[in-house]
């Protein structure tokens, strides 16, 4: 059982910068990746970053060379830290994590786990 808590959300200007960091509570499977998703008012959840167990990092266009996702180990909590923070930004940002109790990564094997969730508002 994978139990994520996000934080570091807030209220920011455009321009600033938020450092959201998410924990798992305890690792009993193993870990196959992390990531970030988005969801602002009106809009489906949309993926913002991840970090895979091999280290592959991903960045979905709108936040690339402004949002660097971290981990220092598998252990670590997750990090994300978002600079150069547009309006668009304002979003419930939302922790994600692939574990595995199957004794492998890969479809069929991991399942996804959700944190609740931390408020990004970006004002103009």
């Known amino acids: 059982q994978v139990r994520l808590v996000e934080s570091g959300g807030g209220s920011v200007q455009a321009g600033g910068s938020l450092k959201l960091s998410c924990t798992a509570s305890?690792?009993?499977?193993?870990?196959?990746?992390m990531g970030w998703y988005r969801q602002a008012p009106g809009k489906e959840r949309e993926f913002v970053s991840s970090?895979?167990?091999?280290?592959?990092?991903e960045y979905a266009d709108s936040v690339k060379d402004r949002f660097t996702i971290s981990r220092d180990n598998v252990k670590a909590p997750l990090y994300m830290q978002m600079n150069s923070l547009k309006t668009e930004d304002t979003a419930v940002y939302y922790c994600?994590?692939?574990?595995?109790?199957?004794?492998?990564?890969?479809?069929?094997?991991?399942?996804?786990?959700w944190g609740q969730g931390t408020q990004v508002t970006v004002s103009s």
């Open positions: 305890r690792y009993t499977y193993i870990n196959c990746g």
């Open positions: 994600w994590a692939a574990a595995s109790g199957l004794g492998r990564c890969g479809r069929g094997y991991q399942l996804d786990y």
């Open positions: 970090i895979s167990s091999d280290g592959t990092i």
